[in-house]
């Protein structure tokens, strides 16, 4: 179990949160509910306090995975348990999707039953909808606050003035505040630190990243010389996926190995650290597709970053700059790399 020390302040909410986090997009896609379950207890019990899940994920099967595992292992009061909503489920019609309060309230519903539980943590909007009046938004997750439905609020892949219109708006009209966002944030993509994380720090946001192994570029799995390495499921899944492996991309992640290894360390632990460690950051998700995979990052939340490691590293990828697109899943990022 991982001692007190190493726990963080969730924001400005009172909470202590675990300095790495479970993501569960893999979850019964592609890894099977009996693996998730054991991924699941192996995180539980090594001290990882925060489950990050949605409603899209393989279509709610994700959420009834963590149901189950909730019911059996009895182990609901020491979890922070999120989830989202924005992405459609179920039927597929025109308003099973977005930010608009039919949605939300009917999302929320359908959550708390796949998780089998009372109450979600925190209730979070996957990606921000533009279509939508965020008072609408903040109007419908009040509601669910005072209900008892959710305890907390929080935001996705948002640009910064988002986050500050969430953050006055909810001041100024009473309504809930956002306790969190979460972002892409990696070596290989750098843009948050430019505006979107001083905008969290500056709302008082704990702040939880996405891809912080940059799709396994960070960990040597994609090398240009070696063509047969891109043959992945998801450079293979084209779109989004196959815009952020590019051969730079791999370059860098080749010469980040490199670094890596210079201070004994395995790529993706010092990926994961590096995020870690950065200012403004609460914890970063750890989305393994085995139970190998996260029993390897474990030991990480008990490692620190030092100052050469960080000097190295924006060396390679120098502050607020970016080789790869990891904002290309919000549709409020018009430009792209060159």
Not at 72 to 96: A, H, M, P, Q, W
Not at 97 to 105: C, L, N, T
Not at 110 to 136: A, F, G, W
Not at 280 to 287: E, I, S
Request: aromatic share 8%.
């Amino acid at each position: 179990m991982l001692n007190e020390e190493f726990y963080r302040p969730l924001g400005r909410s009172g909470l202590q949160v675990s300095p790495i986090c479970l993501g569960s997009d893999n979850f019964a896609n592609p890894t099977p509910e009996k693996e998730s379950i054991e991924i699941l207890n192996c995180a539980v019990t090594n001290g990882i306090n925060l489950i990050d899940t949605a409603n899209g994920y393989a279509d709610g099967r994700s959420e009834e995975i963590i149901g189950k595992f909730m019911q059996e292992s009895d182990c609901r009061d020491d979890v922070i348990l999120t989830t989202k909503f924005y992405y459609g489920t179920g039927n597929k019609g025109i308003n099973d999707k977005g930010a608009s309060r039919k949605h939300i309230i009917k999302a929320c519903e359908d959550s708390l039953k796949r998780l089998k539980t009372d109450y979600i943590d925190i209730y979070q909007t996957h990606r921000v909808c533009m279509n939508t009046p965020l008072e609408e938004t903040l109007g419908a997750l009040t509601d669910l606050q005072r209900q008892g439905k959710i305890r907390y609020a929080g935001s996705t892949t948002s640009p910064s003035w988002k986050i500050t219109e969430a953050s006055m708006l909810a001041d100024y009209k009473g309504l809930i505040r956002m306790v969190s966002e979460q972002l892409p944030y990696n070596l290989l993509d750098r843009r948050v630190e430019n505006e979107i994380l001083p905008a969290a720090n500056a709302a008082g946001l704990a702040v939880f990243v996405w891809s912080p192994l940059a799709m396994g570029l960070l960990s040597g799995r994609y090398d240009s010389a070696n063509p047969d390495s891109f043959n992945t499921a998801r450079f293979n899944r084209g779109g989004i996926y196959a815009e952020r492996i590019t051969k730079k991309a791999a370059d860098a992640g080749q010469a980040f190995v490199a670094i890596a290894r210079t201070y004994g360390l395995e790529p993706a632990h010092l990926a994961l650290l590096w995020v870690k460690d950065q200012p403004h950051v609460t914890a970063p998700l750890c989305g393994p597709r085995t139970l190998a995979q996260l029993q390897d990052v474990l030991p990480v939340m008990e490692m620190s970053l030092t100052d050469e490691m960080r000097q190295s590293c924006d060396e390679l990828i120098p502050p607020g700059s970016a080789i790869a697109n990891f904002l290309n899943s919000a549709p409020w990022m018009k430009g792209k790399l060159l």
